[in-house]
C-alpha cells in the first residue's frame, strides 16, 4: 500500500539547511532583516531539494501584502478587455507577479465590491479598466474604495475616465471619433448614423459626441442616433432598428458609426441578414480595432487603439510609488480606413 508523503514544512527546510528558523524565514519573505547570500542560497537549495512551496498567505501577513496584481474589467468576452488584459498579464509575467483576474459582468459598483475584497486578501496592486457611468453614487463608491485601497497599502491605476482618486490612463474618445468623421467625410460620405451605445456610459457618449462634432464641422446634417448595448447583439438590434428606420424615412444614409467594434461586428450581421451589402449598400466603421477584426470581411474601418500596450502601460505606472497628485497620460487613436468605407463620390464645393 502506498503512503501519502507528508509535505515539507519551513522548519524541515531550516534543519535541511543548517540554519535557524527564524533565518529560513527571512530568506522566504523578504524580511528589512538581510539573509546573506550564501546562507539564502543555502536555504533555497534545501527547499527545492524537499520540494517545499512557501506558504504565500503566511508571507502576506509578515510583508503586509501579496504579490498578486489585481485586473478588474467590465466583460471578459469583449476583445477590447482580453487585449488589454493580455498586455496586462504579460509585463506581470516580467515582474514575478500573479495576476488575478475579476470582472463586475459591466456593473460599476463591481470596482466598489472588488476592491474591498482584494485589500481583505493583501493584494499588491490593481488595475480598473472599463468606461465610468453617469451615477454619482456608483462614482462616489468607486472613489471611497480606491482611497481606502491606497491607504491601506496598496496601489491603483485605472483605464477610463479622469474620475478618480488614482493614476488614470485616459483614451481621447472624443478625437479619435472627431477624426473618424472628418476622414470619411473627406471620403465623400454625406449622411452619418451613430450607434450610440448605451447612454449613461460616459466613452460611448465622447464618442458619439467626436463624431457628431466631426461631421458638423464638415458642414454635414446632424447624425441619426440608435442607442444600444455596447456588445455584438447591442449592435445587431441597433442597426436592425435603423434600417427599419431607413426604409421609412432616413433612406439617404450612407454610412453608419457604431461606437465600438463588437458593436460594428453586430451591425455587420444585421445587414446581412436584411440583405444589405456592406460597403455597397451602406458603409460601416467602429472604434478600438480588437484583434478578432482580422478575420472580419469586409476589413473593417475602425480607430485603432493600442490595446495590448495600454495595459503594459497600466503595469508599469501601478509599480511605480504614487505622485502627490494623480497623473493622466493619455492615448490617442489613429484611424484606418479599411474596405467597409471605399471613397465615394468626390465632395463638391
Known sequence: MSRTHRAATLADVAAEAGVSLATASRAFNGSTRTVGAELAERVFAAAKRLDYA??????????????????????????YFSAIAAGVSRAADTEGMVTLLLTTLGRQEGWARDLTLMRSQRVRAAILVGSMREDPQELEASRAAVRAYEESGGRVVAITQPQLPADTIVVDNHEGARLLATDLAECGYRRFAVLTGPPQLLTAGDRSRGFRDGALAADLPEPVTVAGDFTRDGGYAAMSELLDRIDEQAADIDCVFAANDVMAVGAM????????????????????????????????????????????QALRLV??????????????????????TPPRRARSG
Open 54 to 79: 512557501p506558504n504565500a498567505q503566511a508571507q502576506a501577513m509578515v510583508r503586509g501584502r501579496t504579490n498578486t496584481l489585481g485586473l478588474v474589467v467590465h466583460d471578459i468576452a469583449d476583445p
Open 269 to 312: 450581421a444585421a445587414c446581412r441578414a436584411r440583405g444589405v451589402r456592406v460597403p455597397h449598400d451602406l458603409a460601416l466603421a467602429g472604434f478600438d480595432d480588437i484583434p478578432t477584426l482580422r478575420d472580419h470581411s469586409p476589413a473593417l474601418t475602425t480607430v485603432r487603439l493600442p490595446l495590448e500596450q495600454m495595459g503594459e
Open 319 to 340: 509599480l511605480e510609488p504614487a505622485a502627490d497628485e494623480p497623473r493622466h497620460p493619455r492615448v490617442s487613436g489613429e484611424v484606418l480606413l479599411r474596405e467597409s
